[in-house]
């Protein structure tokens, strides 16, 4: 049996909620219908996108999980090295995630498909990369070179540059 201040209690909960949503959506509303921002906001790289007029998603690279780039074969990236040390890789630390066996060219990459050729050319110039390997699904816009030895990879680092796709 409830008691008149659980009545009270609930009362005040749920139409607090109901209170709050409401007050939230007429914000957002009030902001969508906003026609102060120039035609070309969302196109020129704002923070957020309106989809199918009714829902907000971030514009901003660095969260998106696939390369933005439509009409260019330039993608920004973070390139790291690997060894073939099974600390770093699965159980047949020889084998790419295609198949193949590693080899001085070999890149591992979760957003091209296996094949795709790639150059990196602030690093390395005219050299031609492949995609055969992958990275834990929780590396986006991110390129691993494959080194023969452990310290070659530490010595190379983590460094900011871009990437040319050659062929897919």
């Known amino acids: 049996m409830k008691t008149k201040i659980q009545g009270y209690i609930e009362f005040f909960i749920i139409w ?14 009030a902001a969508y219908q906003d026609n102060s921002l120039p ?78 050729e790639i150059r990196i050319p602030e690093i390395y110039g005219d050299k031609v990369f492949v995609v055969e390997d992958r990275m834990h699904s929780r590396k986006t816009q991110q390129v691993d070179i494959w080194f023969p030895s452990k310290q070659e990879a530490l010595e190379f680092g983590a460094r900011y540059s871009y990437i040319e796709v050659v062929e897919i």
């Open 16 to 29: 607090g909620v109901v209170g709050g949503v409401i007050f939230s959506l007429s914000g957002a509303l």
């Open 39 to 116: 035609d070309d906001y969302f196109e020129s790289g704002g923070a957020l996108a309106f989809v199918q007029g009714n829902s907000a998603v971030s514009n901003i690279e660095h969260f998106l999980a696939v390369p933005r780039a439509t009409n260019s074969k330039t993608i920004k990236v973070v390139v790291t090295a690997y060894s073939s040390c099974p600390m770093e890789t699965d159980d047949d630390p020889y084998i790419t995630a295609s198949g193949s066996w590693v080899r001085d060219g070999i890149v591992a990459t979760n957003f091209l498909p296996f094949g795709t």
